[in-house]
C-alpha cells in the first residue's frame, strides 16, 4: 500500500432501508464496537424516496 493509500475507505457493502430513526443508533453502536476491526459504517438519508443507505467501508 502507498503512502496515499492508506488514508482511503475501501466500500466493501451498501444497502438501502425504509428510513428508520433507529438505524443513526444502530450505525454508532458498530462504529464503536468494530473500530478496533478497521471496519466503519456510514448512513446517508434520501428524503425523496424516504430510504437510509448503510456503506460499509474497511480502512
Not at 29 to 54: A, C, P, V, W, Y
Request: glycine letters at 6%.
Amino acid at each position: 500500500m502507498g503512502e496515499n493509500d492508506k488514508d482511503k475507505l475501501k466500500i466493501i457493502a451498501l444497502k438501502s432501508f425504509p428510513a428508520d430513526p433507529g438505524l443513526v443508533l444502530v450505525v454508532d453502536f458498530l462504529n464503536k464496537s468494530l473500530k478496533e476491526q478497521h471496519i466503519m459504517f456510514g448512513l446517508t438519508k434520501d428524503k425523496q424516496e424516504n430510504e437510509m443507505t448503510i456503506h460499509i467501508y474497511e480502512f
